[in-house]
Every structure is written in structure tokens, then in C-alpha cells.
């Protein structure tokens, strides 16, 4: 079993947004794919209650309990946990980095949010679990082509010394319209742009390990 936890101590910048696409992708593609909800306002879970079907599971947990949690995910023969963090959390965080096969680190890629990203960073470092940051609700690309603000934002973000993730998250309304029924892109426009980053972010995840 793997686990990733999604972390930002900002709010906002798209934690839960990845990690339901992500799961539902995973599912998608043959895995057993659970999230673990540890934040209080609890965001995943209430997109599971809006959502059909049973996959994939959401169940709800305090930081503390995460342990004994993944343990018996482990023993259900789960693939893939998703953990979703809580913005200004930090000690929550660090115990689900801890617990955590890779940290993934939401980011926007204006310059409020890179300069807040410190506090989070800081979380994954002191843990010795790999993590790399992902920049979401970017500006599409143009062309192909990532635009000026990404890049810029790539760059300045090489202070860290984290990777950083080859694939940005475009802000697209797919990201969250697919989530309003309590669905992901990869179902709500399986061919459309937001899904291909999804599939594309996720590949990029699978070759870390
Ligand atoms: N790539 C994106 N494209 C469009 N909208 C997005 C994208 N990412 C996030 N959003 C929107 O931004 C808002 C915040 O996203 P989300 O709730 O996932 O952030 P979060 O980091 O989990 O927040 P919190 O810190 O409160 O837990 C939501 O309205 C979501 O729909
Ligand atoms: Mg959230």
C-alpha cells in the first residue's frame, strides 16, 4: 500500500481538489483507492456523501488515529490511501507526512502563496518521507507552452530544494464543476484538458515510486 498526503498550510490552494480527482483516477485505473479525511472541515467527506456509487471510500479521521487507521487499511489490502490535510495545521500535518510514502505539497503560483509555502515545506523537511510540490490553479498553458508565471514560479521555488512536480494543475472550471454531483474530471470530461493533467500529474506521482 501506498500513501500520499496532500499538505499546504495556506487554505485554498487545492489540496482536496487533487486528491479527489487523483483518488477517483487511481480507481479508475484498477486501484483500490481510499481517502482518509483528517481535516475538520471535512471537504472530501462532504463530496462523498454528494457523490453515487462506493468508490472510492472516504472515511474520516483525527491526525492522532491516522496510524492505527492506515495500519488496518494496510491489513484490507488497500492500494492507495489519499490523505487530506487541514490548512494551519501544522502538527496534524507533520504526523500525515510522517505516516506518508510521498508528501505532495499544493501550491498556487502567485506570489502570496509561494511565499507562504515555507511553513509547509518546513513540515516535509523535518520528516524524512520524500515530497515535491505540486502548482495548481495555474494559468493554462499557451501553445503548449507553460505560461511566464509558471515557469517564474517553478524557478523561484527551487529555493527549497524540493522537486517540483514537471506537471502544473491548470485552473480550469472542470476542477470544480465535476465536484458539485460529487464527481471527478476524469468522469465529468474524460477527454477534456483537466482530465489529461490529472493523468498526467499522476503519472508523474507513480514514476516517484
Ligand atoms: N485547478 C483548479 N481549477 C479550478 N478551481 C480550483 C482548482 N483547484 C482548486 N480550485 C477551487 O479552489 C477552491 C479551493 O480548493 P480546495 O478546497 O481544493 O483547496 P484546499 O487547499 O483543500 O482548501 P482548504 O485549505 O480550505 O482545505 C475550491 O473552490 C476549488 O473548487
Ligand atoms: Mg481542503
Known amino acids: ?34 481517502i482518509v479525511d483528517i481535516d475538520p472541515q471535512a471537504s472530501a467527506s462532504a463530496w462523498r456523501r454528494r457523490r453515487q456509487g462506493e468508490v472510492p471510500p472516504v472515511s474520516r479521521s483525527q491526525a492522532a488515529q491516522l ?36 508528501a505532495l505539497i499544493v501550491s498556487r503560483p502567485a506570489i502570496l502563496d509561494l511565499e507562504a509555502i515555507g511553513a509547509s515545506v518546513k513540515i516535509a523537511q523535518h520528516q524524512a518521507t520524500p515530497s515535491a510540490i505540486v502548482l495548481n490553479a495555474c494559468p493554462p498553458p499557451q501553445r503548449d507552452r507553460e505560461t511566464a508565471i509558471v515557469r517564474e514560479a517553478r524557478e523561484a521555488l527551487q529555493v527549497y530544494g524540493l522537486p ?28 477534456g484538458k483537466a482530465a489529461g493533467e490529472i493523468r498526467s500529474l499522476w503519472q508523474w506521482v507513480e514514476s516517484r515510486w
Request: aromatic share 2%; hydrophobic share 45%.
Open 67 to 102: 496510524d492505527g487507521v492506515l495500519a488496518d487499511r494496510r491489513r484490507q489490502d488497500i492500494d492507495l490511501v489519499l490523505v487530506d490535510t487541514a490548512p494551519h495545521s501544522s502538527h496534524e500535518a507533520a504526523l500525515a507526512v510522517q505516516l506518508s510514502d510521498l
Open 164 to 191: 517540483v512536480s514537471p506537471v502544473s494543475i491548470s485552473q480550469r472550471a472542470a476542477f470544480s464543476h465535476a465536484l458539485i454531483d460529487g464527481r471527478a474530471v476524469t468522469e465529468f470530461e474524460d477527454t
Open 1 to 34: 500500500m501506498k500513501t500520499i498526503c496532500l499538505l499546504a498550510q495556506k487554505g485554498g490552494t487545492g489540496k482536496t481538489t487533487l486528491c479527489l480527482h487523483l483518488a477517483v483516477l487511481a480507481g479508475e485505473l484498477g486501484r483500490r483507492a481510499e
